[in-house]
């Protein structure tokens, strides 16, 4: 009986110091926590670097996507570079790319770090919505700009708006026919979509007498100018602030001043004489915000100038250079041009102008701006930073990292598009068939011209009716002669995506505005 006791007792010792010797096996050898099982995947590969610098070098060739492009086919799609010691993640995939985007797309709905030293700017500053943290401020700002300017239904309402700035663009071409004039089609789409986006946020056109249409539009392209030298600035900048170097602070603080000066004068004028409350612009709902303390988010006066030029900076560059690529493919593929025309004349007739409203019943456009968006990002690059630590493509992404997608290598991977380098709008005019499903899911996935996700560009249904109706504008009522017989489609920019050689081309009219036409203008 008692070696029976002693044997229950051996057994349960036993068994404790199995459990326990289990336990710390487990704990410290097999379970690792979740960041060290996170760190085994191992960083993304990096190319060759130099000492010190690390790879600033890749960062400051020109133009960015291009050198990451060549980058990213010679080590892979994704790969970790390293400025100093400031990480960053290149991406060059489509998957990787949807995992930041749509997976992960909450981790990754900050832009960027804050730059210290744009702080008290407004272009590139703190005060901005583009580079706010995504948070209360970004949320609020984000529901005003859908449901008062950019939502189909605000659309919709400033429909009238942007018709008449379409009738100014085509009698103008008109005029320049006559005249036998050449287009500068870049700074004429820039008058179009800047002149529609002022009228639509602040009730009024800038005056093109004084010169304030020009002074903006001259800021507009500065400001292009300066993108890289943020971006550097707020990778680079971060760590020389702390030697008390600030980097091209001057140049962004100038421009900034002077978007200030011309806000504070259109500000003043709606303070000075605000709209009915049902004729009320963004300006009007926005100095309202400002001025109520029971507002649901309480803004400043720095805040709204700030939306205000990311609005410019957002909505008319882009707008206009992507509407001089599309002319140029098309000026370049005179089969497209007159496919296109077809569609246009059997949709919309002989005897009225293009429209807005046209657009949704004509895919065949729709196909030719999709194609020159997809070959042609305005915004090849797009920035994101991962706020925790975690997995993509299978690699360790630390916390804090920067990422850059390049959609511009995402747009022209050769294992995501036949003939990548090509312009073939019969790639978008995918059937609405069930079987066809897949097709459009990987033309989607790999289609990044707007961005995606939360940070996605909320701006894109405008973005393609500016583009639309102006390619339709050009493509119905006029041939187009240009020096030469090609466009020359050589690439600049520095973070956007310029025309090395800006295009100019001669219209001719080939319908006559007085005869048999009606505006069809809404
Ligand atoms: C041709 C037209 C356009 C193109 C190609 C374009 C492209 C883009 C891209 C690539 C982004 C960054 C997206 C990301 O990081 O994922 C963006 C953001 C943005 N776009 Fe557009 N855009 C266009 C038109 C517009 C228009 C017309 C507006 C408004 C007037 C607009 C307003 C914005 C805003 C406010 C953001 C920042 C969104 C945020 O930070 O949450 N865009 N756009």
């Known amino acids: 009986m008692a070696a029976i ?52 070098h890749l960062l400051l060739s020109v133009p960015c996507h291009k050198s990451f492009q060549k980058l990213s086919s010679n080590y892979g799609p994704l790969l970790h570079l390293c400025v100093f010691n400031i990480r960053i993640v290149l991406v060059s995939s489509g998957p990787m790319a949807y995992e930041i985007f749509r997976t992960y797309d909450l981790n990754f709905a900050t832009r960027d770090h804050e730059a210290p030293i744009m702080k008290k700017s407004i272009l590139f500053g703190s005060f901005g919505f583009t580079s706010a943290p995504y948070g209360d401020y970004w949320r609020f700002m984000k529901k005003l700009l859908v449901t008062k300017l950019l939502g189909s239904h605000s659309l919709e309402q400033t429909r009238i708006i942007r018709g008449e700035e379409l009738k100014t663009f085509r009698a103008m071409l008109f005029d320049k026919a006559e005249k036998n004039e050449t287009v500068d089609v870049g700074k004429e789409i820039m008058k179009f979509s800047n002149n529609s986006i002022c009228r639509m946020i602040m009730g009024r056109r800038c005056s093109e007498e004084n010169g304030e249409a020009e002074k903006f539009r001259d800021l507009v392209t500065k400001s292009f100018s300066l993108l890289r030298k943020f971006l550097i600035a707020s990778t680079v900048g ?37 709209n009915k409350k049902e004729d009320r612009d963004m300006m009007d709902i926005l100095l309202e915000v400002c001025t109520d303390d029971n507002a649901e988010f309480k803004i400043t006066r720095n805040q709204i100038k700030a939306l205000f030029v990311e609005l410019f900076l957002a909505g008319t560059d882009t707008s206009a250079q992507t509407t001089q690529w599309i002319m140029a493919e098309l000026i370049n593929h005179p089969e497209i041009f007159l496919k296109l025309r077809e569609e246009i004349e059997s949709v919309v007739g002989k005897t009225r102008f293009i429209q807005e409203t046209d657009l949704s019943n004509l895919p065949y456009l729709q196909a030719v701006v999709k194609e020159g968006f997809r070959l042609h990002p305005q915004s090849p690059i797009l920035v994101r930073n991962a706020k925790e630590e975690c997995k993509i493509g299978g690699f360790y992404i630390p916390q804090n990292t920067t990422m850059i997608i390049n959609s511009y290598a995402v747009m022209r991977d050769p294992n995501s598009w036949e003939y990548p380098d090509e312009f073939h709008p019969e790639r ?95």
């Open 5 to 56: 006791t002693v044997d229950f007792q051996l057994c349960f010792i036993f068994i404790l110091i199995w459990l326990f010797s289990y336990f710390c096996l487990y704990a410290f050898f097999l379970k690792k926590p979740k960041e060290l099982q996170l760190q085994d995947c191992g960083l993304p590969p990096s190319p060759p670097s130099l000492p010190v610098i690390g790879h600033l």
């Open 238 to 274: 971060r760590l020389l602030k702390k030697l008390g170097i600030s980097l091209f602070e001057k140049e962004i603080m100038e421009v900034s001043q002077r978007y200030d000066e011309l806000l504070e004068k259109i500000i003043k004028e709606h303070e000075e004489n605000p």
């Open 428 to 522: 978008f005019m995918v059937s609405p068939s069930k079987e066809k499903d897949d097709e459009r899911e990987q033309l989607a996935l790999n289609y990044l011209p707007f961005g995606s996700g939360r940070r996605g560009c909320p701006g894109a249904h405008l973005g393609n009716i500016f583009v639309g109706v102006a390619i339709g504008t050009m493509v119905q009522c006029f041939d187009w002669r240009i020096n030469g017989d090609k466009v020359s489609m050589e690439e600049t920019g520095e973070m956007s995506l310029s025309m090395a050689h800006p295009l100019q081309c001669t219209p001719v009219a080939r319908i006559n505005p007085l005869a048999s036409f009606e505006s069809g203008d809404p």
